[in-house]
């Protein structure tokens, strides 16, 4: 569990800078080199660099060699996990409100009959 929970921890951290948000969803497009990557944000390249890093300790993205360059390419999985736990974490808060939805109602019922 704690394995996961770290993944995951990785992974949203990763997530939650909007530089890195952008370059994934420009990676969803297909494979882009650092510069194609970095052209649209306003920041320098070793900055960049740094961003590609955290999504690659995130398992997020991967790098390929193709001569000289090194495509980066969006990996599907951790993402996948991550709307996994979210979807989870949803279903859990709404059997919860369903619950407490219910819960008032039979107050609200019972608050009837005692009036």
Known sequence: MVKYETQLDTIF???AHPARRAMLARLGK???TVGELAEPLDMSLPAVT???KMLERAKLISRSKNAQWRPCRLEEAPLNEASDWIEEQRKLWESRLDRLESYL???EKRERKIR
């Open 13 to 15: 951290t990763a997530l």
């Open 30 to 32: 297909g494979e882009a």
């Open 50 to 52: 740094k961003h590609l």
């Open 105 to 107: 109602h039979g107050m």
